[in-house]
């Protein structure tokens, strides 16, 4: 059974910065491009970013483009979603996920189905 796990979350200022990290176990990413998601209290779930199966290609929501960047250690099969810039309007629970690919050095934030999930991490900008 795959398992993704998130950490990192936390209380943060506004301004601040804060890396969230998705590490998955019980299965290989080779062909699987890794999805960060958020949802804020009350609003749908949001796609953000997105790292491909071979770690070369990014995509990014406009909602946080030019302040997040998204990476990944395949040989430590672990994603990361380094926040920068932080706002109230960033505070979400985040998850990651994962899509099997066949075309490996591509990713895009609107695809819509994922294969499996992790349970989320809480992310809350305030003062």
């Known amino acids: 059974q795959p398992q993704l796990v998130e950490s990192g979350g936390g209380l943060v200022q506004p301004g601040g910065s804060l890396t969230l990290s998705c590490a998955a176990s019980g299965v290989g990413l080779d062909y699987d491009a890794i999805f960060w998601f958020r949802q804020a209290p009350g609003k749908n779930r949001e796609a953000i970013s997105c790292v491909s199966a071979s770690g070369t290609n990014t995509h990014y929501a406009d909602s946080v483009k030019g302040r997040f960047i998204i990476s990944r250690d395949s040989a430590n099969n672990t994603v990361y979603l380094q926040m920068n810039d932080l706002t109230p309007e960033d505070t979400a629970v985040y998850y990651c996920?994962?899509?099997?690919?066949?075309?490996?050095?591509?990713?895009?934030?609107?695809?819509?189905?994922?294969?499996?999930w992790g349970e989320g991490t809480l992310v809350d900008v305030s003062s």
């Open positions: 996920a994962t899509k099997s690919t066949l075309i490996r050095t591509l990713c895009d934030v609107s695809a819509q189905t994922m294969d499996f």
